[in-house]
């Protein structure tokens, strides 16, 4: 114990670094924890959309979307998601419904919100299509 207070004393920054990054880990575990939603491989989440009838909502912009996206995607801005301008996705209320974006970070806000919404059961895609062409999985182009 006694080299332990003497290495902090003696290397203050490098203390707080380590603190901080503590800190950092165990905010993002409790933070994955209660979120409202799970996180999902590509082929978990086809296992989904085939068996349980899910769908994949693409929540990237128009011209990434049409450069390329999961078939069957529907296409929602994160914005009409804040704006709770869901027509689209009523239907699917209870079903599994995979957020989608181009590396899986953006589309946590937007499944929170879907959460809060009230749908039950919000997947996220890991690392988003970045995983999903890794896995070689196929994509659609055009407007859908």
């Known amino acids: 114990m006694q080299q332990f207070i003497e290495f902090v004393t003696s290397n203050p920054m490098l203390s707080l670094v380590w603190v901080g990054l503590v800190v950092a880990l165990i905010s993002s575990m409790v933070k994955q924890k209660t979120a409202g939603y799970a996180v999902v491989t590509p082929n978990q989440a086809t296992v989904m ?58 589309a946590q806000e937007s499944a929170n919100l879907l959460h809060k919404a009230g749908f039950s059961n919000v997947k996220l895609l890991k690392d988003g299509l970045i995983s999903w062409n890794e896995a070689n999985m196929p994509l659609v182009t055009g407007k859908k």
Not at 85 to 101: D, Q
């Open 49 to 106: 959309v085939n068996r349980e009838d899910g769908i994949f909502v693409d929540i990237r912009n128009k011209d990434e979307f049409q450069r390329g996206h999961i078939a069957g995607a529907l296409h929602i801005l994160p914005s009409e998601i804040k704006a709770q301008n869901l027509g689209p996705l009523e239907k699917y209320k209870s079903a599994p419904i995979i957020v989608v974006c181009k590396t899986g970070q953006t």
